[in-house]
């Protein structure tokens, strides 16, 4: 089955700065990544996803790149916000298959401070 | 429109009991997963239905079972709690057959076995 490594496992920045985070995906059938923010006692939200035929998408101060080859896909935040602090989780599935259900990573907790 | 519900939201139960947790997708929504979340192996599938009929099912024993109802409502089961099930049971729905609309998150039920 489809396994999703995640790094850092925590992350600290500055206001302002930007922040990545990265993931791997095993199976090469995946083509669906979503990303999520949970905030401290709130439920996952989804931010933004991209799908195997794009190898990037932006939406304001967030952006998602994708490496299909390399199998792996990476979260963009630039000029941080305070706010942006969370649990963020990504995610892969196989949208056209039938084990429908996304593979989460362990999570990336962000910090950024003031 | 309503979001997805989770009832309860927070659980004390005692070993070797049961407990049974409720979730009522966004309207229209066929598709319910549910996923538990702790602190060390982030958010693990545990079963996903659709149309009243489980699709998947991950990696957890027999004592976690689930069942979907007509309407889409969703419950799940813990039979003989151990104080390993203590975690936050999350159900996501979707308006697809598949996952390439990725989820929207419950609350969750914080369940705690003492």
């Known amino acids: 089955g489809e396994n999703v490594e995640q790094h850092p496992s925590t992350l600290s920045v500055q206001e302002g700065d930007s922040a990545v985070i990265k993931c791997t995906y095993s199976?090469?059938?995946?083509?669906?990544f979503p990303w999520y923010k949970q905030e401290l006692g709130k439920r996952p939200q989804l931010i933004i996803d991209i799908r195997s035929n794009v190898g990037e998408k932006k939406d304001q101060r967030i952006a998602v790149t994708l490496n299909k080859t390399a199998k792996h896909f990476s979260l963009h935040i630039t000029e941080t916000q305070p706010e942006d602090s969370a649990v963020y989780f990504c995610?892969?599935?196989?949208?056209?298959?039938?084990?429908?259900?996304?593979?989460f990573g362990k999570g990336t907790l962000l910090t950024v401070n003031p | 429109k309503a979001g997805v519900t989770q009832t309860p939201r927070y659980l004390i139960k005692t070993r070797g009991q049961q407990v049974t947790l409720s979730c009522s997708p966004i309207s229209g929504h066929r598709s319910v997963s549910w996923y538990q979340q702790t602190p060390g192996q982030g958010l693990q599938f545990l079963f996903e239905y659709f149309s009243e009929t489980q699709r998947n099912k991950g990696n957890f024993p027999g004592r976690f079972s689930g069942r979907q109802f007509s309407n889409s409502r969703s419950e799940m089961n813990v039979s003989t709690l151990e104080l390993g099930d203590s975690a936050l049971y999350l159900c996501?729905?979707?308006?697809?057959?598949?996952?390439?609309?990725?989820?929207?998150f419950g609350s969750g039920t914080r369940l705690t076995v003492v």
């Open positions: 996501a729905s979707s308006p697809s057959t598949t996952t390439r609309y990725g989820y929207t």
């Open positions: 199976d090469s059938a995946s083509n669906y």
């Open positions: 995610a892969a599935s196989n949208s056209g298959g039938s084990n429908y259900k996304l593979t």
